[in-house]
């Protein structure tokens, strides 16, 4: 059941982070636009400036899980290699349960923004007049999947308790060797992909 939750999950955020990526994309073309519209035609398109804002909060929020399930959050890890492994995974639990407090605090505050928006229909101050109900929505969705992939890792990982290095091995930082090792099997998949 775990193993399907976790596929389930990474499934979730992946897209979620394609998306992300789709829209910067997006932003950079229109950025593009505007720049060589204005140079070469004297007009400029209203708003990239105000659409970079939102989708900055939207990469920021919906890259969130994603990176925890990749393990790419930063940590501050100059003693973990040093520390006895019990005392490695009670860290790592720590960790887990700290930044569920973390996730439960932005999930709420991003719903109280978002319900405040809904029942004020507040708009940008732009000429554009965006509703802001719009990208807060995004910024729900993103802190709101935070919160439940943390709380599935802090479970699972709960779960795993009575073997301390698979708790080590999943939820702690990566090593520099492990980040060599993900990164030459990036590279070698790049090139049999290219072949």
Known sequence: MSALIERALRSV????????GAAVLLLAFAICFDIVSRKF????????????????????????????LQRGHTRVDILMPYLPRPVLTAVNVLALASLLGYAALI???????????????SRANSALQTPLWIPQ????VGTWSFLVVVAWALLDALSRLRNPDEVNRRYGPLTAVQEVVELSKELSSDRGERR
């Open 13 to 20: 955020t992946a897209a979620l982070a394609i998306v992300a």
């Open 41 to 68: 035609f004297g007009f400029s398109f209203e708003g990239s400036d105000e659409y970079g804002g939102y989708v900055l909060a939207m990469i920021g929020s919906v890259g969130l899980p994603y990176a925890l």
């Open 107 to 121: 999930a709420y505050f991003s719903y109280q923004a978002f319900a405040e928006t809904l029942e004020f229909d």
């Open 137 to 140: 929505a995004i910024w729900v």
